[in-house]
């Protein structure tokens, strides 16, 4: 039987309820995707080392071969959004209390393969320089 929801769980709704206040106050202003983007690099400073740096590759992948998405906390973690829908998304292992960080897709990810069977995300270590290459194949495929 559960007890609910973890510590971490809680945590994360809590982020994301401040984030959704937060995007209500900032509206619809010119300055609100550099606000979005500078909570982001926030989350990243703050991460414990390893998956600081795990995070801060990821947001350079992302804002290089992807720079339609922008960058905007999602669960107190960053997250890059298309027209206000997050598309992908770093989860940090060590924030979670997980095995593993993560590297995740939402459904406007569009990730479909014919098959049936696509990824909604990948756990992330220690990745090889063919790893983060084929992270970046997948961004840019996000990207279109």
Known sequence: M???FSEEERAAMKARAAELRTRERRGRSADKA???EADVLAKIE???EG???LAERVHAIVTTFA???APKPYYGQPGYARKGKVVCFFR???LDKERYSTFGFAAQADLDEDDGLWPTAYALT???EEAWERLAGIVRRIAG
Do not use: I, V, Y
């Open 34 to 36: 550099a606000a979005d």
């Open 46 to 48: 703050q991460m414990p």
């Open 51 to 53: 998956d600081r740096a």
């Open 126 to 128: 220690e990745p090889t």
């Open 2 to 4: 559960t007890k609910g």
């Open 67 to 69: 720079p339609d998405l």
């Open 92 to 94: 940090s292992g060590l």
